[in-house]
């Protein structure tokens, strides 16, 4: 198993830039798939953001495209979102998530950390 606990969430005016930490615990990080995910009030979750377990990044939503990042860092067991350029309808819940890198399904999800964008 392994845990997962987000960080770097906050309140910052449109156009402006926040950076998501995303730490594990547990089990070996480097056989891991992992994702960005956020849930607004009202809409269901979706996925923001993934990347494969060498890092090879594999999806990003078209509404990020071209303003966030994910990278990782193995040895420190840390995944990253780089935001920038920030907008209003950026507003969420942002969750980050793993998966063994055989298994289509995330099983393990962090807490989540709330983003707010004002405009």
């Known amino acids: 198993q392994v845990q997962l606990v987000e960080s770097g969430g906050g309140l910052v005016q449109a156009g402006g830039s926040l950076r998501l930490s995303c730490a594990a615990s547990g089990q070996t990080f480097s056989r891991y798939d992992m994702g960005w995910f956020r849930q607004a009030p009202g809409k269901e979750r979706e996925v923001v953001a993934a990347i494969r377990w060498n890092g090879i990044i594999t999806y990003y939503a078209d509404s990020v495209k071209g303003r966030f990042t994910i990278s990782r860092d193995n040895a420190k067991k840390t995944v990253y979102l780089q935001m920038n350029n920030l907008k209003p309808e950026d507003t969420a819940v942002y969750y980050c998530?793993?998966?063994?890198?055989?298994?289509?399904?995330?099983?393990?999800w962090g807490q989540g950390t709330q983003v707010t964008v004002s405009s």
């Open positions: 998530a793993a998966r063994d890198r055989f298994r289509s399904d995330y099983d393990y």
